[in-house]
């Protein structure tokens, strides 16, 4: 917190328009994230309705995102999946009543759904601590030794998930996002700037991952 200031509060979306949002973030960067659920919403304003849009026109509506031909269809999918299961889509507090293991279980089952855009419907939308590993968080908690240097994401996810105390799962989250992204970068991360240097196994080794 002192290198990068107190985290931003929880979006706290409704868990189906987290669900959606994060399965938009997939392969693209925030900002055309943002764009392309803002356009998918002006079309559509019901998820009720993108489930029952033709597949090319959710696609057209959310290119902005990019991959839209892969993501129209797993974001229908996953509607479809829901209300099989009893959910009311465009209900606010849909799934909000749901303990977490049975919650966690049923967002992993649906289609194109991982551990990842599960924990953020969790994390983001209900305040509880699971932990959303990306591709920065999964790069620096490696680097840090916080999980085993081969460990894959959906292990990094389970392992920090049982060592991180849960108030400060979010936290944790968004500094390891914001050090991925601002100085442990993928390619010659700023080991000069890093306030984690003393702290850091990777000091010395060559093209650290």
């Known amino acids: 917190m002192r290198a990068y200031g107190a985290p931003p509060e929880p979006r706290h979306l409704p868990p189906v328009d987290e669900l959606v949002l994060t399965i938009l973030s997939q392969n693209t960067s925030d900002v055309n994230r ?47 999946s829901l209300v099989e299961q009893g ?19 049923m967002l992993v089952g649906l289609p194109g759904v991982g551990p990842k855009t599960a924990a953020c419907v969790l ?6 601590p699971y932990f959303p590993v990306d591709t920065h968080v999964h790069r620096v908690s490696i680097r840090l030794g916080l999980v085993g240097g081969r460990a894959t994401a959906v292990q990094a996810q389970a392992a920090l998930q049982q060592k991180v105390p849960p108030e400060l799962v979010y936290a944790l989250h968004m500094g390891l996002i914001r050090h991925g992204r ?19 196994p990777q000091v010395g080794v060559t093209d650290p991952r």
Request: aromatic share 6%; net charge positive.
């Open 123 to 128: 994390l983001f939308s209900l305040d509880r």
């Open 34 to 80: 943002d764009r392309a659920y803002a356009d998918l919403r002006r079309r559509y304003p019901t998820w009720s309705a993108v489930m029952r849009a033709p597949g090319r026109s959710i696609a057209t509506a959310i290119r902005r995102g990019g991959l839209g031909l892969t993501k129209a269809p797993r974001i229908k999918a996953t509607l479809r």
């Open 182 to 200: 601002a100085v442990c970068v993928a390619r010659r991360p700023l080991c000069s700037e890093c306030v984690l240097l003393d702290l850091c």
């Open 87 to 105: 959910v009311s889509l465009d209900e606010p507090r849909a799934l909000a009543d749901r303990r977490d293991d049975d919650l966690w279980t």
